[in-house]
């Protein structure tokens, strides 16, 4: 008879969540260091800076990766305790801001081969304001959202389990707060998400996983 033996996530798999928060924000401060604060700044930019742009694309993709390993890691560490309403929240909420987020970095990449192929400046111009725009929009509005949606949910769940330092519990409200009301197109808004999943991911290696005692249910009664 084969033996079979349960999977156990190591605590280890932690190191994602630090992989992405590094390789998310790098990818941002390229980004946001390749595009003039100034909407209707030339674009100079474009041509000057699409290395940039470039490297900033490569390293998104890595991150996304990365994201969707620490929403594993965070989801195995609730293990039975996990509340079907509060993780569907928290799953669909992730899955959307990561697709927004890709999106955003098709249209940088879109604004980038564009201006390659369009030769007239003033349609260019239309071109790469618009594209800047809808990038913005799309990552400061709906995915920052989305990811104060999905630090809410977590936050409440691991009040409720205890799988997770209270303190850290209550600080995650604050910082899904600002993401939730912030309505700036600046995209350094959206560094503190990748910080909080750093924080995150450094309490769950340096703290033993919690069993169901530890999270408040009583022990058993012993026997004899």
């Not at 994602?16 to 980004?31: H, K, M, N, T, Y």
């Not at 595009?35 to 100079?44: C, E, G, R």
Request: without cysteine; glycine residues 6%; charged residues 15%.
């Amino acid at each position: 008879m084969p033996r079979f033996r349960r999977l156990t996530t190591p605590r280890a798999a932690a190191v994602a969540g630090i992989a992405f928060a590094v390789l998310f924000a790098a990818s941002l401060v390229l980004l946001r260091s390749s595009i003039p604060d100034d909407p209707m700044a030339d674009n100079a930019w474009v041509y000057e800076r699409s290395g940039r742009v470039a490297a900033a694309m490569m390293l998104m993709p890595l991150a996304g990766i990365a994201f969707l390993w620490f929403v594993g890691v965070v989801r195995d560490r609730m293990g039975e305790l996990e509340d079907r309403f509060f993780s569907t929240v928290f799953f669909g909420s992730a899955l959307l801001f990561l697709a927004m987020v890709f999106v955003s970095m098709s249209v940088a990449g879109a604004i980038i081969d564009s201006s390659r192929v369009v030769e007239d400046l003033t349609v260019q111009q239309g071109v790469v304001t618009f594209g800047r725009y809808v990038m913005l929009e799309i990552s400061n509005v709906y995915a920052l959202r989305m990811a104060g949606v999905f630090i809410i949910s977590l936050a409440t769940v691991w009040l409720r389990t205890g799988v997770m330092p209270r303190s850290m519990a209550l600080a995650s409200y604050p910082v899904a707060f600002v993401l939730l009301v912030v309505t700036s197109l600046s995209l350094w808004f959206t560094l503190v998400f990748p910080a909080w999943a750093l924080v995150v991911s450094v309490i769950i290696l340096l703290r033993p996983v919690h069993d169901h005692h530890a999270a408040g249910d009583p022990p058993p009664a012993s026997g004899g």
